[in-house]
């Protein structure tokens, strides 16, 4: 199992306000796939890559959301330790910080 895979609970500092949702990151045969599902409605993740290192992972992935709008994010994060750090962007938008703690099994 890789670092990533698992139950997420996910914050980010948006132009907005802070917006949380719940991540969920599957690996089958050494395929990643994910959805994340927010207070109104859930999304599939697309193009999740991992890249493993020594001491931390980074993990990139896609997703489109409708509400409160139509927004194309894209997330690049690291992973350590059952803790997640990074960003999203949403087009021209400013990057909002994520961060995230995976939930116990």
Same mark, same amino acid.
């Given at each position: 199992?890789?670092?990533?895979?698992?139950?997420?609970?996910?914050?980010?500092?948006?132009?907005?306000? #802070?917006?949380?949702?719940?991540?969920?990151?599957?690996? /089958?045969?050494?395929? &990643?796939? =994910?959805?994340?599902? @927010?207070? $109104?409605?859930?999304?599939?993740?697309?193009?999740?890559?991992?890249?493993?290192?020594?001491?931390?992972?980074?993990?990139?992935?896609?997703?489109?959301? #409708?509400?409160?709008?139509?927004?194309?994010?894209?997330? /690049?994060?690291?992973? &350590?330790? =059952?803790?997640?750090? @990074?960003? $999203?962007?949403?087009?021209?938008?400013?990057?909002?910080?994520?961060?995230?703690?995976?939930?116990?099994?």
């Amino acid at each position: 199992m890789n670092s990533i895979a698992g139950t997420w609970d996910v914050s980010m500092r948006t132009p907005i306000g #802070t917006v949380r949702a719940v991540m969920t990151f599957t690996e /089958d045969d050494g395929s &990643l796939t =994910g959805f994340a599902e @927010g207070k $109104s409605e859930q999304t599939p993740l697309r193009d999740l890559r991992l890249e493993a290192g020594e001491t931390q992972d980074h993990v990139t992935w896609a997703q489109t959301i #409708t509400k409160p709008m139509r927004l194309e994010l894209l997330f /690049d994060v690291t992973v &350590l330790e =059952g803790r997640m750090s @990074g960003y $999203s962007r949403a087009g021209r938008l400013p990057q909002s910080a994520v961060s995230g703690i995976r939930r116990s099994a």
